[in-house]
């Protein structure tokens, strides 16, 4: 599988000049850090804390006021103490303020143990939606999980408790994977999408459901939970999004399993779109964008697993414009590839290179800006030396002025250690995704980095202003 893999896309290399547009410029700016130490209420911790080491940022920015930008991370201390954090700036990233979300874990008045994959959207009212995936600690009957939505009112100053719009207990259920999005032109609407699995005590289903709840009150009310996709496969990494013509998608990636385990083999998967004309009342059949060979990233020194997988996928909008891109590793050099479609997702090109890179790239994450400029971040090891003790790993930023058919590729961080970022079960973890979002003159990225970048532990947050006057 590996080797058809890797012969259609020299195929689809060939058919692009062997060449992906792309040209080198100039680095960007260097990025400032944002990430740090958080206040806790007195005397909540009992034990000696953890460094901090944050990831898998999610970023936004107010529709109708660009210099209102919120991040959220998940601070990842061992035992959790602090769970989710929220950075809120006013001045479009010069200086931020940051605090964990309030009454999600114990030393914030919250009852869970864990809280993970936070995402952040905020509305043209100026309410800003925090959803994340919790869960209670365990007891004879499972572990509870719920798909929670923090919310504030004020421009980040307070946050309201957070509201559970999903609960299920494991087994049988097991929610993952959840993302929210703000209506861009509806006040009051904000849509929900997440991943729900069957389970029994030691194992969790290869097929799921995905899972839809939408709120047209602020936040105040959502709607019943309901499945707006039940496939014959796994379906993960939804995100959604909105056309100008007002068309809602959710976009994810599906294949007959997408491996977890360490060294996954070769798999056909394909990226698919669900459509909604109504607000998520109802939605169309799924819509096959791309097909591609699920792999997964590696260290190159020592062959290690490491946590990026081919279901980190990203997608965005410019106008009724749709691109999605995802990374594919095989045995001589691994790619980025994207695909567009021009009419709110119903047809699809065939997909371009925009990176190819030895030994690996990976992580890819788009976003648009208001001249409808292209930009993608993504990682990569093209400096890493072997035999070094250090997995030297940079952060690059590509943009496009015509629609994807060019890029300009510029440095934007590092190089830092991957290896030197905690390990979880699948290898260093700094996220299955991180946060770039669309400015009217330009990009705002949140992401992370190691040591040694990293000042407050193994790894911390970094946000990058890319002003559109770097990009000409």
């Not at 040209?23 to 909540?44: K, M, Q, Y």
């Not at 957070?162 to 993302?179: G, L, M, R």
């Not at 590696?298 to 995802?326: K, S």
């Amino acid at each position: 599988m590996r080797a058809r893999g890797a012969a259609a896309l020299a195929a689809l290399l060939a058919l692009a000049g062997c060449d992906s547009g792309q040209t080198n410029e100039p680095s960007l700016p260097p990025p400032h850090l944002i990430s740090g130490p958080i206040d806790l209420p007195a005397g909540c911790t009992t034990r000696t804390p953890s460094p901090d080491h944050p990831g898998e940022p999610s970023l936004a920015a107010d529709p109708t006021d660009p210099r209102e930008l919120v991040a959220v991370w998940q601070e990842n201390r061992s035992p959790g103490d602090v769970g989710d954090v929220v950075a809120v700036s006013h001045n479009g990233g010069a200086s931020w303020s940051r605090a964990a979300l309030p009454s999600v874990m114990p030393c914030t008045g919250g009852p869970y143990a864990h809280a993970a994959d936070p995402w952040v959207s905020i509305g043209r009212d100026g309410v800003i939606y925090v959803s994340a995936l919790v869960a209670r600690p365990p007891t004879s009957a499972g572990t509870t999980r719920d798909v929670v939505v923090s919310i504030s009112r004020d421009h980040g100053s307070t946050w309201e408790g957070p509201a559970v719009v999903e609960s299920a207990t494991t087994p049988p259920s097991f929610p993952d994977k959840e993302a929210i999005l703000a209506d861009p032109h509806r006040p009051g609407l904000a849509y929900l999408v997440w991943a729900e699995y069957g389970a029994t005590e030691n194992t969790v289903s290869s097929v799921n459901q995905v899972f839809f709840t939408r709120t047209t009150d602020a936040g105040r009310s959502w709607s019943k939970p309901a499945p707006i996709y039940s496939g014959r496969d796994e379906a993960q990494q939804n995100q959604l999004l909105m056309t100008a013509g007002g068309v809602l998608l959710d976009v994810f990636v599906e294949g007959s399993s997408l491996p977890g385990t360490p060294h996954p083999p070769p798999l056909p998967v394909k990226i698919r779109v669900l459509r909604s004309t109504d607000q998520g009342q109802t939605w169309s059949a799924p819509i096959d964008a791309a097909n591609f060979t699920f792999t997964n990233a590696v260290d190159p020194g020592t062959g290690a697993q490491l946590r990026f997988f081919g279901q980190d996928i990203a997608a965005t909008v410019a106008g009724n414009a749709v691109y999605v891109a995802w990374f594919e590793n095989h045995a001589d050099f691994s790619t980025i590839l994207v695909a567009r479609s021009e009419d709110a997702g119903r047809r699809w090109r065939a997909p371009q290179v925009v990176v190819r890179e030895k030994p690996e790239a990976f992580l890819p994450t788009l976003a648009v800006a208001g001249d409808a400029t292209v930009g993608m971040l993504w990682f990569d090891f093209r400096h890493f030396v072997s035999g070094s003790s250090a997995l030297t790993t940079d952060v690059w930023f590509s943009s496009s002025r015509d629609r994807g058919a060019h890029w300009t590729e510029r440095h934007a961080a590092g190089p830092f250690d991957l290896r030197s970022a905690s390990k979880g079960s699948t290898g260093p973890f700094i996220g299955d995704y991180m946060g770039l979002v669309g400015l009217p003159d330009g990009f705002a990225a949140a992401f992370v980095q190691a040591r040694p970048q990293s000042r407050h532990g193994p790894t911390d947050v970094f946000f990058s202003r890319i002003a559109d006057s770097t990009l000409r």
